[in-house]
Each structure stands twice: as structure tokens, then as C-alpha cells.
Antibody, heavy 120, light 109 residues
Framework: QLQLQESGSGLVKPSQTLSLTCAVSGGSISSGGYSWSWIRQPPGKGLEWIGYIYHSGSTYYNPSLKSRVTISVDRSKNQFSLKLSSVTAADTAVYYC????????????WGQGTMVTVSS | QSALTQPASVSGSPGQSITISCTGTSSDVGSYNLVSWYQQHPGKAPKLMIYEGSKRPSGVSNRFSGSKSGNTASLTISGLQAEDEADYYCCSYAGSSWVFGGGTKLTVL
């Protein structure tokens, strides 16, 4: 059973870069037919799609965050990462990593989520 | 890329049926049969309940069903149970991107 686990800094200062990693276990991140995505949820609010990386390495980002977001894959460690630069308090949220089944275009497996607070 | 529109809350009694609507545009819901629905209990990660508008993943109760008409998708839960009380989010593929709805809180009375 494939599982995802987020990790990274829980507290980031304003204007700095948020960095998170999603470790994939129980399967290979290089398996064809899947993409890997980041989604966030501010406290008490709804879900926001951040971006995804296809198994080929191609990346696609939410237009509202595109200038600040980088998603990358480390196949040797079977994990993918999120970097969000120039953060503000508005970036405070629970960040989820998720697998996208490319045939159904849905997020079928999610990590448990990790809370990131932007504060000085 | 604007969020899909969902009612903030719906409620129903055990055994009843409820429907949650999700309205998008011709650029997302209206263009693709790729609407998915997620259930989220407090403090938990979302769970996929419906994909491709009306299909259920293995293990999801057949009390959950989905449909779409034009730019609006719908999730229907029949035979409401206490465990169905949660937040529900719709999501639509929009061409190399996804957009979520604002979420609907379901209360089982």
C-alpha cells in the first residue's frame, strides 16, 4: 500500500523560503501513470491546489503561485519536494502531498499533512 | 482560475438523502468529465470519494453518487449516517491544473 509522508520546517519567517519534502513508500515515484502534487489548506479554509510534477519531470503550477513555487523530484530518495519563496502570513496552512492518477485526474492518495506557520 | 462554488453548509437527518452542488465554468467543470469529490473529517486528510464525475473508488460506499450537468456537478449521499458528517470538496481538472470548490460542511442532525 503506497503511503506519503510530508516533512519539513513547521515555522518559517516572512520573506524566507518554505521547504517541504514528501517521502513515498510502498511504491516507486518513477512509476508511469502517476503525477505528484502539493495542495494546501489555510486554517479553517478550503483546499488550494499548488502544483504537480509529472513522472517525466514536467511541472505545472497554480497561476496564482507560479512565480514563487518550485516542485522537484529526487528519484534516488523516492521523494518529491516543494519550495515556496517570499512567504507571508497568507501562506500559513496545512500542506498536503498527494498522488495523482493520470488516467482519472484525481488525487487518490494523500499524506497526513504538515502544518506550516509563517511568523517572525 | 476561480474556486468552484459550493454551498457553505447542508444538513440532513439519518436515513435521508442530501445533494451538494458544485458550480464551475466552461473552462473547468463544463469542459471535462473530470470532477472529483473529497470527504474530509476534522484534522484528517481528504479522502477521494468520487472521480470522473460519477465513479467510486474501491471501498467507497454506494450511498455516494455523483453527476454532472453543464457547468454544475453534484454529489448525492443517500441513507445518511452519522459518520458522513464531514466537509466535502469538489475538484475539477482544468487543463494542466486543478481547481477546488470552497467546501461544504455536512451536518447530520
Amino acid at each position: 500500500q503506497l503511503q506519503l509522508q510530508e516533512s519539513g520546517s513547521g515555522l518559517v519567517k516572512p520573506s524566507q523560503t518554505l521547504s517541504l519534502t514528501c517521502a513515498v513508500s510502498g511504491g516507486s515515484i518513477s512509476s508511469g501513470g502517476y503525477s505528484w502534487s502539493w495542495i494546501r489548506q489555510p486554517p479553517g479554509k478550503g483546499l488550494e491546489w499548488i502544483g504537480y510534477i509529472y513522472h517525466s519531470g514536467s511541472t505545472y503550477y497554480n497561476p496564482s503561485l507560479k512565480s514563487r513555487v518550485t516542485i522537484s523530484v529526487d528519484r534516488s530518495k523516492n521523494q518529491f519536494s516543494l519550495k515556496l519563496s517570499s512567504v507571508t502570513a497568507a501562506d500559513t496552512a496545512v500542506y498536503y502531498c498527494a498522488r495523482v492518477q493520470s488516467t482519472i485526474y484525481a488525487f487518490d492518495i494523500w499524506g497526513q499533512g504538515t502544518m506550516v506557520t509563517v511568523s517572525s | 482560475q476561480s474556486a468552484l462554488t459550493q454551498p457553505a453548509s447542508v444538513s440532513g437527518s439519518p436515513g435521508q438523502s442530501i445533494t451538494i452542488s458544485c458550480t464551475g465554468t466552461s473552462s473547468d467543470v463544463g469542459s471535462y468529465n473530470l470532477v472529483s469529490w473529497y470527504q474530509q473529517h476534522p484534522g484528517k486528510a481528504p479522502k477521494l470519494m468520487i472521480y470522473e464525475g460519477s465513479k467510486r473508488p474501491s471501498g467507497v460506499s454506494n450511498r455516494f453518487s455523483g453527476s454532472k450537468s453543464g457547468n454544475t456537478a453534484s454529489l448525492t449521499i443517500s441513507g445518511l449516517q452519522a459518520e458522513d458528517e464531514a466537509d466535502y470538496y469538489c475538484c475539477s481538472y482544468a487543463g494542466s491544473s486543478w481547481v477546488f470548490g470552497g467546501g461544504t460542511k455536512l451536518t447530520v442532525l
